[in-house]
């Protein structure tokens, strides 16, 4: 955790696996042209994720998240097909989940 954490004003946290994380930079890529990193791609993934819930509670309201960072500096790790599988493995199952949500 980094020093300057303060658990006393998070209402929730979730785990995201590395492989949704990097499915969901690649899908953000895939639907904007938008290259992000990893903590976009693990802010998106629990942002629609906590849509979806309030969506099946018939709940409405508004979410807000930041877009960390560019991408760039991650073409020859998480935007490699090939490092991607080395490192993370298959990321379609995620991005199908994705796909599925729009």
Do not use: H
Not at 58 to 84: H, K, Q
């Amino acid at each position: 955790m980094e020093a300057s954490f303060q658990p006393d004003v998070i209402d929730t946290m979730m785990k995201v696996a590395d492989a949704a994380s990097i499915a969901t930079i690649l899908w953000l890529e895939q639907k904007t042209g938008r290259k992000a990193g990893a903590s976009t791609g693990t802010n998106l993934w629990g942002v629609l994720q906590v849509a979806r819930g309030m969506q099946s509670r018939g709940e409405s309201g508004s979410i807000v998240t930041l877009m960390c960072d560019s991408g760039e500096r991650y073409l020859d790790t998480y935007f490699n097909p090939a490092w991607v599988e080395k490192q993370i493995g298959d990321v379609q199952p995620y991005i199908d989940q994705l796909d599925a949500l729009f």
